[in-house]
């Protein structure tokens, strides 16, 4: 069973920066469980969106247009990264890392098997 725990939510004001760190816990066999490891947000009220993600055997990253060129995924083995700068308050939303198989649509949330607690990211201006 696959585990992730994510960390580095907060408070920022806008224009600041966020780091969030997620880890995964896993057996050997199953590695390809966390081939592709993601940043989804859901703000009250909405649907749970992709942010980034990271796939890992080919090191190819995915963005939301909404945070390109702001947000940076990055992976170091299980540990998955997103560094988040110029945030304004409409990245406010609770950020959920999540891993799974490659194959579809990186942001589609069927692709992911395993999902963390979730992290606050609360953006004032």
């Known amino acids: 069973q696959v585990q992730l725990v994510e960390s580095g939510g907060g408070s920022v004001q806008a224009g600041g920066s966020l780091r969030l760190s997620c880890t995964a816990s896993?057996?050997?066999?199953?590695?390809?469980?966390?081939?592709?490891m993601g940043w989804f947000r859901q703000a009250p009220g909405k649907e749970r969106e992709g942010v980034a993600a990271?796939?890992?055997?080919?090191?190819i990253t995915y963005y939301a247009d909404s945070v390109k060129g702001r947000f940076t995924i990055s992976r170091n083995k299980d540990t998955v990264f997103l560094e988040m700068n110029r945030l304004n308050p409409e990245d406010t939303a609770m950020y959920y890392c999540?891993?799974?198989?490659?194959?579809?649509?990186?942001?589609?949330?069927?692709?992911?098997?395993?999902w963390g607690q979730g992290t606050q990211v609360t953006v004032s201006s």
């Open positions: 999540a891993a799974g198989r490659p194959g579809g649509h990186w942001s589609d949330r069927s692709r992911y098997n395993y």
């Open positions: 896993r057996s050997t066999h199953e590695s390809d469980e966390t081939e592709l």
């Open positions: 990271f796939l890992f055997t080919f090191g």
